[in-house]
């Protein structure tokens, strides 16, 4: 175990591990989750969010997963796809929510509704998250959907600390029927920005998206795309692109505190994630000052820059401020 690992039950910040939002091979996933079971996060979320033709891990296999990681210690919670496009995945998704082992993370509108219709039948189901990419942008927006079973709410990751914090504020937080709606903040990561009906990775191998070759399965980090003086702009992943940088708030733990925030996710990467686990849990439970542990991060091998522009209000590719 890492030495700055140290145990967040009783801390002051909850650490969540978010989906993973990229294709690794199956035996390089059951070795992350392997090592995020021995890590300070105390909450992992578990799904394919992205696109089900990643097929390497069937439901059966992510509820196997999710009980060992249980068995662990860690709260789980399991994922919804973003953009339901087929019967199938419609299927998919219904039985994600129909199991009442572990909470549900809903990833749009239609498992909001299978989540509402099963809660209403029995209130002693585990209570939901609202993920990032359900469009929540106002105090009655989730007034309005916390009371159909929410116990956390996921801010879409471009809206400001502040604006989050006027949403859902400490003092007054919106509530489900199981309490307070927590917020969970979006705080290490690729940003997710888009979700399209074409696989824009397959388009880029010049193949059809129903023959891509499970291209994206090559690229551990997506395919970055970069401007035409060669910065790194965006990164392709099957039908998502996301922010070539990383999106990063080790900087505003001040503010992050004053928002009355308590929960913070971080977004899996292929380079040194167990240390940036570590990192965020010791700024924001153990006392390392944000400096020390930016500068730590800047050694690790992290596949873009850290940018934060989306916290303070400004344009998301703006570089980290220190």
């Known amino acids: 175990m890492n030495e700055m690992t140290t145990t967040t039950r009783d801390a002051a910040f909850g650490l969540t591990v978010g989906p993973l939002q990229y294709w690794w091979p199956r035996p390089r996933t059951m070795a992350f989750y392997a090592d995020v079971a021995e890590s300070a996060a105390d909450s992992v979320v578990l799904g394919e969010l992205v696109c089900s033709r990643r097929h390497e891990f069937k439901t059966e296999d992510w509820l196997a997963l999710a009980r060992d990681l249980a068995a662990a210690g860690k709260r789980v919670v399991l994922a919804t796809q973003a953009l339901v496009m087929s019967e199938a995945e419609l299927r998919t998704l219904r039985r994600v929510c129909e199991q009442g082992e572990f909470a549900v993370e809903a990833g749009d509108a239609s498992a909001l509704a299978v989540l509402a219709r099963l809660h209403a039948g029995d209130a002693a189901r585990p209570a939901f998250t609202i993920g990032p990419h359900v469009n929540v942008y106002s105090r009655a ?15 879409p990751l471009e809206l400001s600390i502040d604006a989050a914090a006027r949403i859902n504020p400490a003092d007054d937080p919106v509530r489900g029927p199981a309490g307070p709606v927590a917020t969970e903040l979006f705080a290490f990561g690729r940003m997710p920005l888009a979700f399209s009906a074409r696989c824009f990775t397959a388009r880029h191998h010049r193949l059809k998206k129903d023959e891509c070759d499970f291209r994206c399965a090559d690229d551990a980090d997506g395919l970055l795309l970069s401007t035409g003086d060669g910065r790194p702009f965006l990164v392709l992943n099957g039908v998502q692109t996301q922010s070539a940088a990383l999106h990063c708030v080790l900087g505003a733990r001040d503010e992050i505190v004053a928002a009355g925030i308590r ?3 971080l977004s899996p990467c292929s380079g040194d994630f167990l240390r940036v686990i570590a990192l965020h849990d010791a700024v924001f439970n153990g006392g390392m000052p944000a400096s020390d542990a930016l500068a730590a991060m800047a050694a690790l091998q992290l596949p873009g820059e850290l940018v934060d522009g989306y916290a303070r209000r400004r344009a998301g590719m703006e570089a980290l401020t220190t």
């Open 141 to 155: 927006a989730l007034a309005e959907l916390a009371p159909l079973g929410a116990a956390v709410w996921v801010p």
């Open 263 to 265: 929960r913070l996710r």
